[in-house]
Protein backbone atom coordinates (compact mmCIF):
# COMPACT_ATOMS: atom_id res chain seq x y z
CA UNK A 1 0.00 0.00 0.00
CA UNK A 2 2.81 2.31 0.94
CA UNK A 3 4.44 1.51 -2.64
CA UNK A 4 1.32 2.45 -4.38
CA UNK A 5 1.32 5.68 -2.43
CA UNK A 6 4.55 6.81 -3.34
CA UNK A 7 3.73 5.94 -7.10
CA UNK A 8 0.14 7.34 -7.25
CA UNK A 9 1.54 10.41 -5.67
CA UNK A 10 4.71 10.72 -7.80
CA UNK A 11 2.66 9.90 -11.02
CA UNK A 12 -0.48 13.33 -9.69
CA UNK A 13 2.84 15.22 -8.94
CA UNK A 14 4.62 15.22 -12.80
CA UNK A 15 1.03 14.93 -14.23
CA UNK A 16 0.26 18.80 -13.10
CA UNK A 17 3.46 19.63 -15.86
CA UNK A 18 1.79 17.88 -18.53
CA UNK A 19 -1.44 19.54 -17.42
CA UNK A 20 0.14 23.24 -17.32
CA UNK A 21 2.07 22.62 -20.78
CA UNK A 22 -1.04 21.06 -22.76
CA UNK A 23 -3.50 24.04 -20.79
CA UNK A 24 -0.61 26.60 -22.20
CA UNK A 25 -0.71 25.36 -25.62
CA UNK A 26 -4.47 25.42 -25.93
CA UNK A 27 -4.42 29.09 -24.83
CA UNK A 28 -1.29 29.90 -27.22
CA UNK A 29 -3.11 28.32 -30.14
CA UNK A 30 -6.69 29.69 -29.49
CA UNK A 31 -4.74 32.78 -29.27
CA UNK A 32 -2.81 32.64 -32.48
CA UNK A 33 -5.86 31.31 -34.14
CA UNK A 34 -8.07 34.26 -32.92
CA UNK A 35 -5.03 36.64 -34.62
CA UNK A 36 -4.55 35.27 -37.86
CA UNK A 37 -7.99 34.46 -38.46
CA UNK A 38 -6.61 30.68 -39.39
CA UNK A 39 -9.17 27.37 -38.52
CA UNK A 40 -9.49 25.41 -35.78
CA UNK A 41 -6.80 22.76 -37.11
CA UNK A 42 -5.65 19.54 -35.69
CA UNK A 43 -3.13 20.86 -34.27
CA UNK A 44 -5.25 22.65 -32.24
CA UNK A 45 -8.05 19.99 -31.25
CA UNK A 46 -4.62 17.55 -30.07
CA UNK A 47 -3.75 20.15 -27.52
CA UNK A 48 -7.20 20.15 -26.30
CA UNK A 49 -7.58 16.15 -26.50
CA UNK A 50 -4.35 15.91 -24.60
CA UNK A 51 -5.31 18.73 -21.77
CA UNK A 52 -8.61 16.83 -21.01
CA UNK A 53 -7.00 13.86 -21.05
CA UNK A 54 -4.14 15.05 -18.19
CA UNK A 55 -6.89 16.08 -16.18
CA UNK A 56 -8.31 12.95 -16.51
CA UNK A 57 -5.90 11.01 -15.34
CA UNK A 58 -4.89 13.54 -12.72
CA UNK A 59 -8.61 13.17 -11.75
CA UNK A 60 -8.40 9.58 -11.59
CA UNK A 61 -5.23 9.39 -9.44
CA UNK A 62 -6.68 12.10 -7.21
CA UNK A 63 -9.62 10.36 -5.91
CA UNK A 64 -7.88 6.99 -5.80
CA UNK A 65 -5.39 8.88 -3.40
CA UNK A 66 -8.42 10.71 -1.40
CA UNK A 67 -10.24 7.35 -0.44
CA UNK A 68 -7.60 5.21 -0.03
CA UNK A 69 -4.32 5.84 -0.16
CA UNK A 70 -3.77 8.89 1.04
CA UNK A 71 -3.35 9.00 5.16
CA UNK A 72 -3.62 13.11 5.45
CA UNK A 73 -6.91 12.70 3.83
CA UNK A 74 -7.63 9.64 6.15
CA UNK A 75 -6.47 11.66 8.80
CA UNK A 76 -8.99 14.29 7.72
CA UNK A 77 -12.03 11.86 6.97
CA UNK A 78 -11.65 10.08 10.49
CA UNK A 79 -12.80 13.61 11.86
CA UNK A 80 -14.05 16.06 9.81
CA UNK A 81 -14.78 18.49 12.34
CA UNK A 82 -11.39 18.52 13.38
CA UNK A 83 -9.48 18.71 10.10
CA UNK A 84 -12.03 21.58 9.00
CA UNK A 85 -10.41 23.73 12.22
CA UNK A 86 -7.00 22.72 10.87
CA UNK A 87 -5.78 25.11 7.74
CA UNK A 88 -3.73 21.89 6.15
CA UNK A 89 -6.21 19.29 6.19
CA UNK A 90 -8.73 20.85 5.06
CA UNK A 91 -6.69 22.01 2.00
CA UNK A 92 -6.20 18.84 1.11
CA UNK A 93 -9.60 17.48 2.18
CA UNK A 94 -11.85 20.09 0.39
CA UNK A 95 -10.13 23.20 -0.80
CA UNK A 96 -7.81 21.09 -3.39
CA UNK A 97 -10.52 18.34 -4.38
CA UNK A 98 -13.26 20.42 -4.81
CA UNK A 99 -11.79 23.22 -6.79
CA UNK A 100 -10.07 21.22 -8.76
CA UNK A 101 -12.79 18.85 -9.62
CA UNK A 102 -14.44 22.00 -10.57
CA UNK A 103 -11.88 23.09 -13.03
CA UNK A 104 -11.85 19.78 -14.41
CA UNK A 105 -15.65 20.17 -15.24
CA UNK A 106 -15.35 23.78 -16.80
CA UNK A 107 -12.83 22.44 -18.79
CA UNK A 108 -14.92 19.06 -20.04
CA UNK A 109 -17.22 21.81 -20.39
CA UNK A 110 -15.48 24.22 -22.65
CA UNK A 111 -14.32 21.35 -24.71
CA UNK A 112 -17.53 20.08 -25.37
CA UNK A 113 -18.74 23.76 -26.55
CA UNK A 114 -15.78 24.07 -28.66
CA UNK A 115 -16.95 20.43 -30.56
CA UNK A 116 -20.06 21.60 -31.57
CA UNK A 117 -19.53 25.25 -33.00
CA UNK A 118 -18.53 24.94 -36.60
CA UNK A 119 -17.40 28.76 -36.76
CA UNK A 120 -13.51 28.63 -36.47
CA UNK A 121 -13.12 31.90 -34.68
CA UNK A 122 -16.18 30.80 -32.27
CA UNK A 123 -13.87 27.55 -31.04
CA UNK A 124 -10.69 29.32 -30.72
CA UNK A 125 -13.00 31.95 -28.58
CA UNK A 126 -14.38 29.76 -26.80
CA UNK A 127 -11.24 27.73 -25.95
CA UNK A 128 -9.46 30.47 -24.91
CA UNK A 129 -12.31 32.01 -21.96
CA UNK A 130 -13.11 28.62 -21.01
CA UNK A 131 -9.64 27.04 -20.80
CA UNK A 132 -8.13 30.18 -19.11
CA UNK A 133 -11.05 29.74 -16.31
CA UNK A 134 -9.72 26.26 -15.69
CA UNK A 135 -6.23 27.25 -15.79
CA UNK A 136 -6.89 30.05 -12.88
CA UNK A 137 -8.35 27.54 -10.40
CA UNK A 138 -5.51 24.69 -11.27
CA UNK A 139 -3.15 27.18 -11.00
CA UNK A 140 -4.26 28.54 -7.17
CA UNK A 141 -4.91 25.23 -6.35
CA UNK A 142 -1.12 23.60 -6.78
CA UNK A 143 0.17 23.34 -3.40
CA UNK A 144 3.18 26.03 -4.12
CA UNK A 145 2.72 28.17 -0.82
CA UNK A 146 -0.10 30.60 -1.88
CA UNK A 147 -2.90 29.20 0.78
CA UNK A 148 -0.16 27.93 2.85
CA UNK A 149 0.75 24.79 2.09
CA UNK A 150 3.97 23.76 -0.20
CA UNK A 151 5.37 20.52 -1.72
CA UNK A 152 7.96 19.51 -4.05
CA UNK A 153 7.83 21.26 -7.43
CA UNK A 154 9.40 18.60 -8.91
CA UNK A 155 9.06 15.09 -6.50
CA UNK A 156 11.68 12.09 -6.95
C1 LIG B 1 -5.91 19.65 -12.14
C2 LIG B 1 -6.06 19.02 -11.04
C3 LIG B 1 -5.03 18.74 -9.99
C4 LIG B 1 -3.72 19.15 -9.86
C5 LIG B 1 -2.92 20.04 -10.79
C6 LIG B 1 -3.22 18.55 -8.64
C7 LIG B 1 -1.93 18.72 -8.15
C8 LIG B 1 -1.46 18.17 -6.98
C9 LIG B 1 -0.11 18.33 -6.49
C10 LIG B 1 1.00 19.11 -7.19
C11 LIG B 1 -0.02 17.63 -5.33
C12 LIG B 1 1.21 17.48 -4.43
C13 LIG B 1 1.92 16.23 -4.78
C14 LIG B 1 3.20 16.06 -4.04
O1 LIG B 1 3.21 16.08 -2.81
O2 LIG B 1 4.24 15.91 -4.72
C15 LIG B 1 -1.33 17.05 -5.05
C16 LIG B 1 -1.65 16.26 -3.98
C17 LIG B 1 -2.87 15.70 -3.76
N1 LIG B 1 -3.97 15.74 -4.57
FE1 LIG B 1 -4.10 16.77 -6.30
N2 LIG B 1 -4.22 17.80 -8.06
C18 LIG B 1 -5.34 17.90 -8.84
C19 LIG B 1 -6.57 17.32 -8.63
C20 LIG B 1 -6.89 16.55 -7.54
C21 LIG B 1 -8.20 15.99 -7.29
C22 LIG B 1 -9.41 16.18 -8.20
C23 LIG B 1 -8.11 15.29 -6.12
C24 LIG B 1 -9.13 14.50 -5.36
C25 LIG B 1 -10.36 14.29 -5.69
C26 LIG B 1 -6.75 15.42 -5.64
C27 LIG B 1 -6.27 14.86 -4.47
C28 LIG B 1 -5.00 15.04 -3.99
C29 LIG B 1 -4.55 14.50 -2.71
C30 LIG B 1 -5.38 13.69 -1.73
C31 LIG B 1 -3.21 14.92 -2.56
C32 LIG B 1 -2.30 14.76 -1.36
C33 LIG B 1 -1.90 13.39 -1.10
C34 LIG B 1 -0.97 13.30 0.09
O3 LIG B 1 -0.13 14.15 0.33
O4 LIG B 1 -1.11 12.29 0.76
N3 LIG B 1 -6.04 16.20 -6.53
N4 LIG B 1 -2.17 17.38 -6.10
Redesign the pocket.
Known amino acids: MDFL?KIS??L??W??WA??IFGIAVIVFAIKGLNSGSKYNNTSRKSMFYFILS?HL??L???L??FV?????SAALNDFGAAMKDGTLRY?AVE??FV??L??AVAQTGSIIVRKRTNDRDKHRLALIWTIIAMVL?IA???MGMMGVE??WF?F
Not at 69 to 73: A, E, F, G, N
Open positions: YLLHSNRILLQLVGLLYLSPVTWHANIAIIMIPRPR
